[in-house]
């Protein structure tokens, strides 16, 4: 049974760019959340999805954003990037409530 | 601000001694608690989720839960060198398995000496 697959797994960006990570679930699984994740931070965490559906999100400014298709992958977007934004970024997918499984994660690094 | 609170560490125990893991939260309305294991450059894995006051056993782990002192524990039977890792308690608005945001808390370092 495939995982939770996220890509890229590293990613480098200047300030001011934009990126977007993407995350395929569980096959089977309708939910994925984003969080991420900082050495002072902690997780943290962004929004969830469902059905193509926002459910809840997070307290992020409006840079953050994403998205669910029809097949239950996800994006998440950040434009004009700040070096706080340097994290790793967790998709997890679930099948009930927050029994997780965590893909991964992309390491995205702002210089 | 809802916030889930646990002491960093590290917690060092020996081989073979029982560790015992402790998280407070402040939501009074926090319904599901989940213990989350994280090894150092991977990501975090379930180990086990309780909804109900009292205790909950999974081989050599047991969660505990006092909502009445807002606290969450997980104790590991006989630790392992392969144990160590850093633990991450998460607690949930919902009882019924459909709220799927967990707020976390920042975890603690769990060291096994050989």
């Known amino acids: 049974k495939a995982g939770v697959t996220q890509t890229p797994r590293y990613l480098i960006k200047t300030r001011g760019q934009q990126v977007t990570l993407s995350c395929s679930p569980i096959?089977?699984?309708?939910?994925v959340s984003w969080y991420q994740q900082t050495p002072g931070q902690g997780l943290q965490f962004l929004f969830e999805y469902f059905s193509e559906t926002q459910r809840n999100k997070g307290n992020f400014p409006g840079r953050f954003s994403g998205r669910q298709f029809s097949n239950s992958r996800s994006e998440m977007n950040v434009s004009t990037l700040e070096l706080g934004d340097s994290a790793l970024y967790l998709c997890a997918s679930s099948l009930m409530g927050g029994s997780y499984t965590f893909g991964s994660g992309t390491r995205l690094t702002i210089v | 601000q809802k916030e889930v609170e646990q002491n960093s560490g590290p917690l060092s125990v020996p081989e073979g001694a029982i560790a015992s893991l402790n998280c407070t939260y402040s939501?009074?309305?926090?319904?599901?608690f989940f213990w989350y294991r994280q090894y150092s450059g991977k990501s975090p894995e379930l180990i086990m989720f309780i909804y109900s006051n009292g205790d909950k056993e999974d081989g050599r782990f047991t969660a505990q839960l006092n909502k009445a002192s807002q606290y969450v524990s997980l104790l590991i039977r006989d630790s392992q060198p392969s144990d160590s890792a850093t633990y991450l308690c998460?607690?949930?608005?919902?009882?019924?398995?459909?709220?799927?945001?967990?707020?976390f808390g920042k975890g603690t370092l769990l060291t096994v000496n050989p």
């Open positions: 096959s089977g699984h309708r939910s």
């Open positions: 939501d009074r309305g926090s319904q599901s």
């Open positions: 998460a607690v949930s608005e919902d009882s019924g398995g459909s709220n799927y945001k967990l707020t």
